[in-house]
């Protein structure tokens, strides 16, 4: 097993990453007291049960932990799901464009019960959703309660769910409709404040930016799932949610504090090494960015609502240019921006958004369409100077551009990877045959490796894409499965030093059985044989790593 260590102020955090996931810990704490001659055994009981103590804050401790051995597990799941009785589904909001949907044969509340009973041996879900009399949009999921996001605020939508198992799909629950809150763009609605799994010694017992309103107290399991206990019911899997998709990154946030994530100044005056950001009035930072985590185009867009085409009967080209046109930039993302702006007159129908740089030969160009009032610009230099405009346009004709906004990306994060000046970009635009299971379908790239392997790339985005492995560049890419973890470590496949964010997370036995290659973790090397199903080994739709990819140096 292997396990992540972080040590903050008096407050040692250990997150045990088992080597499937239906594996339990047990274990035990020695510790040697204030002097050497006291010593402390704890056991850690069994079956994943909560533990909680307090300890000595000066000496040395022993924390051993092992899987269960298999035959002591006790499986209490039927291993069917009812699929005669339609479902019962509850909808609450989480933020303006995002709800928490939860469902059982019997009615129950939103948030209600413990994910920990969950039978996701008994089969699984399929939720559908759309906005009125749109296309259905369709989703699995392995328990009774899932969040789903990258909605439109104040907007109506239907909802509905049905059990399935191996052999045939259930009936669908009575149709739902919500309506998600409104929210406001681009602004930051911030979860419930929630605490990780911490050992306090008694000298310090504060929650370390929690709200003692919210959470009352902390377990330690051996199985190391975190729990707690609130004093609100009505808060409960909100803090559940905010949990599961955060694991171990936990929020300083109070309790209703709504302020944007957005300002004209960053947090930090200078990047990663040490040089000044750029400040002007036409800029925007979004600074919530923690160092280790990856950037993300998908979700920085999230906060820019996507606008519905209409049909227009245009008569005339623009005649007015665009306004108010803002460079939105990631603190600590050097590679993208979002160019957004407002709308000046009904008879634009789509957008150029025209990019200038000076490059080794001469000024380079890029141009990009949209029929929306903001896109991302990807694939930026580091340390350098870039001008924006935007043309409106219209089947009869093209209006006047917009004034020039300036901005100078700031410099690439060596936390993230190796960044050599001048460079040429590693990766080769080449079109390979892939294994299916991609959420990506976009360009692809390939590049070779030291280890005598070829790696492949699809594109969903320059940061998020879909990793693949080949023995030879005209043979098949396969995709790669994790032993102990949903791929977060593949990151190391495309040169970044950082555990990335990746796409659904299931369980190896909820996934098709494969051929693919696999291992365990960052440093090994791959094997190659099944993935998915009884494999123990997982595999997922995409990554993002912070790595952009062709990228520009």
């Known amino acids: 097993m292997k396990v992540r260590i972080n040590a903050t102020g008096d407050t040692i955090v250990m997150k045990f990453v088992r080597p499937n996931a239906d594996t339990k810990l047990e274990g035990y704490i020695l510790g040697y007291g204030s002097s050497m ?3 402390q055994f704890i056991q850690l009981p069994e079956n994943g049960l909560p533990y909680e103590t307090e300890i000595d804050a000066e000496p040395k401790y022993l924390i051993a932990v092992q899987p269960v051995p298999v035959n002591n597990v006790k499986k209490q799941c039927t291993g069917k799901v009812n699929l005669e009785k339609p479902l019962h589904l509850v909808i609450g909001s989480v933020t303006p464009t995002s709800v928490l949907l939860s469902w059982g044969t019997f009615l129950k509340m939103p948030y209600e019960g413990d994910i920990m009973n969950d039978c996701l041996e008994d089969g699984h879900y399929t939720v559908r959703y759309r906005e009125r009399n749109r296309k259905w949009t369709q989703q699995t999921c392995p328990s009774s309660d899932m ?3 990258n909605l439109k605020p104040n907007t109506a939508y239907e909802f509905g769910v049905r059990p399935n198992n191996e052999e045939r799909s259930g009936v669908w629950s009575k149709p739902v409709i919500h309506n998600t809150n409104m929210g406001r763009s681009p602004k930051h609605v911030s979860f419930l404040p929630w605490c990780i799994a911490q050992i306090i010694p008694p000298s310090n017992t504060s929650t370390n930016g929690c709200s003692t309103e919210s959470v009352s107290i902390l377990h330690i399991s051996p199985v190391f799932f975190i729990q707690l206990k609130l004093e609100h019911a009505h808060t409960l899997t909100l803090l559940f949610l905010n949990l599961i998709i955060h694991l171990s990154v936990a929020t300083r946030n109070e309790p209703g504090d709504n302020s944007s994530v957005f300002s004209s100044l960053p947090a ?12 002007a009035p036409h800029v925007l930072y979004k600074t919530d960015k923690k160092p280790d985590e990856p950037c993300s185009i998908t979700h920085s867009l999230s906060f820019f609502p996507e606008e519905e085409g209409v049909e227009q009967n245009v008569t005339a080209p623009p005649r007015l240019s665009p306004s108010n046109v803002t460079v939105v930039t990631v603190e600590g993302c050097p590679s993208f921006i979002i160019l957004d702006w ?6 634009t129908t789509e957008y150029e958004v025209i990019s200038r740089t000076q490059g080794p030969n001469g000024e380079e160009v890029s141009i990009l369409t949209t029929n929306q009032t903001h896109t991302a610009v990807e694939n930026l230099k ?14 009869l004709g093209e209006g006047p551009a917009s004034e020039a906004v300036s901005f100078n990306t700031e410099s690439a994060d060596p936390r993230v990877s190796e960044n050599v000046s001048g460079k040429a970009a590693i990766w080769t635009q080449f079109p390979f045959k892939a294994d299916s299971y991609s959420e990506c379908n976009g360009k692809q790239y390939v590049k070779r490796t030291w280890y005598r392997k070829f790696v492949g790339i699809q594109l969903c985005n320059s940061l998020r894409y879909k990793i693949y492995m080949s023995d030879s560049l005209n043979g098949k890419f396969y995709n790669i499965g994790d032993q102990t973890g949903h791929g977060e470590d593949h990151c190391q ?3 970044s030093f950082l555990d990335g964010r990746t796409g659904s997370q299931l369980l190896a036995d909820q996934l098709p059985s494969r051929s693919g290659f696999y291992r365990a973790m960052r440093q090994e090397p791959v094997n190659f044989g099944q993935i998915g199903g009884n494999s123990h080994a997982t595999y997922v739709g995409w990554y993002e790593c912070g790595t952009p990819i062709p990228g520009k140096w």
């Not at 580091?382 to 089947?395: A, G, I, L």
Request: proline share 5%; aromatic share 12%.
């Open 382 to 395: 580091p340390e350098s100077s870039y001008e924006f405009k935007v043309k409106p346009k219209n089947e």
């Open 493 to 495: 496949f495309v040169d």
């Open 147 to 149: 969040v789903i996001d």
């Open 268 to 279: 930090s005056e200078v990047d990663a090494l040490g040089k000044k950001r750029f400040v």
């Open 342 to 347: 407002e709308k000046t007159d009904n008879d």
């Open 37 to 39: 001659f006291s010593k």
